[in-house]
């Protein structure tokens, strides 16, 4: 089967959805009920054993199926590589820390500068709070990262179109 790694992962996704759900009704068919009355005789009211057994097995398949599918995607993602020669798994866990790194630095642009008049007893002055950094370095910087980050969420977009063959 022909498949890129953006279908790749729109796959796992729709089997781990499937797996969620198809988990959700084996818990409603875990137990089976029935009526015993006061002089010993059972009538079965519900038997789900044979539910049980069904989505259980389905569930276990599409448990391997995703182990399978994503180790196929952690290994082409461990193979594939960005023109700086970095693999896409370098490449977003790098991304990852520079996303970071940006947010951190953009809270450090929502300081301000405070000057605030102190009154004492016989007393009274400025206290003055200055930032000690340029912001505009900063802002620089974190257009730095904003355009490191989309060229690299780009070449990975490219890589995730390129095609290969999977045994499903």
């Not at 409603?28 to 010993?40: A, D």
């Amino acid at each position: 089967m022909k498949i890129n790694l953006s279908s790749l992962m729109c796959l796992i996704d729709e089997n781990e959805r499937q797996y969620s759900s198809l988990f959700y009704a084996l818990k409603k068919h875990v137990l089976n009920t029935s009526i015993q009355e006061l002089n010993g005789t059972t009538n079965i009211v519900e038997d789900n054993k044979k539910d049980f057994d069904e989505e259980l097995s389905e569930v276990n398949r599409l448990a391997n199926e995703i182990s399978k599918l994503k180790s196929i995607l952690y290994e082409k993602n461990n193979s594939f590589k960005l023109s700086d020669g970095r693999t896409i798994q370098s490449a977003i866990v790098e991304n990852s820390n520079l996303r970071k790194l940006k947010d951190n630095l953009q809270t450090l642009l929502n300081y301000r500068n405070l000057k605030q008049r102190v009154t004492e007893v016989n007393n009274s002055y400025f206290q003055i709070q200055e930032i000690n950094y340029n912001q505009e370095e900063i802002k620089s910087q974190i257009q730095q990262l904003d355009e490191k980050i989309r060229n690299t969420d780009f070449e990975i977009s490219k890589l995730n179109s390129i095609e290969f063959d999977i045994d499903l």
